[in-house]
Structures are given as structure tokens and as C-alpha cells.
Nanobody, 115 residues
Framework: QVRLVESGGGLVQAGGSLRLSCAASGSISSSSAMGWYRQAPGKQREFVARIMSDLSTNYADFVKGRFFIARDNAKNTVDLQMNGLKPEDTAVYYC?????????WGQGTQVTVSS
């Protein structure tokens, strides 16, 4: 079993920055893929970014150049640095881990960007 706990959300003005962190515990492996999704009110959950075990990364087009994902396998953490935040980035951000075909989700952390 894998447990994911997010932190770092909050309220920020447009143009500001936030850093989200996800701490994984339990039987997490460095071979897992980890990433972030988000869900805005009234919308479906959508992919934001992911980082593979070889540290390769992928980003949704709407965050490219603004958000950056990184992981520390020694600490079992994955961070999402969010810069140039926009009101449309307001959402609950969820950490995800995929390991041996199983998908694990965190409880989410709220990010609110005011205009």
C-alpha cells in the first residue's frame, strides 16, 4: 500500500508562485511514475505533469514553461513548482503514483489564484 500526502497549497495572487510537495510512504518504489493532476470546480480532473523513474518529465500544454516537476527518490517526495500562476490554475491539486499497474492518489491540496 502507498500513501500520498500533499502540502503547499494556498491562496496566491495572479503572477505569484507556489510549491506543492507530495510525500509518499508505504511500499513506494523509485521505479514508480509520479505526477500531479488537478480538478477545478465543475470540471473533470486533468493531467498537469508527471515524472518517470528515469527523471524524464511531461507537462500539459497549459503549464509548460510555468510549472516544473521534480522528485527526490531518497526522500520519496515529488514537488511541483508553479510560477506565473493564473486564476484559471485555481483547482484542487492531486498527487498520483503509478506502480506495477496500480494507481494511488493523494487527498488533494487547494490552490486558489486571485485576479
Amino acid at each position: 500500500q502507498v500513501r500520498l500526502v500533499e502540502s503547499g497549497g494556498g491562496l496566491v495572487q495572479a503572477g505569484g508562485s507556489l510549491r506543492l510537495s507530495c510525500a509518499a510512504s508505504g511500499s513506494i518504489s523509485s521505479s514508480s511514475a509520479m505526477g500531479w493532476y488537478r480538478q477545478a470546480p465543475g470540471k473533470q480532473r486533468e493531467f498537469v505533469a508527471r515524472i518517470m523513474s528515469d527523471l524524464s518529465t511531461n507537462y500539459a500544454d497549459f503549464v509548460k514553461g510555468r510549472f516544473f516537476i521534480a522528485r527526490d527518490n531518497a526522500k520519496n517526495t515529488v514537488d511541483l513548482q508553479m510560477n506565473g500562476l493564473k486564476p484559471e490554475d485555481t483547482a484542487v491539486y492531486y498527487c498520483i503514483a503509478v506502480q506495477i499497474g496500480l494507481v494511488y492518489w493523494g487527498q488533494g491540496t487547494q490552490v486558489t489564484v486571485s485576479s
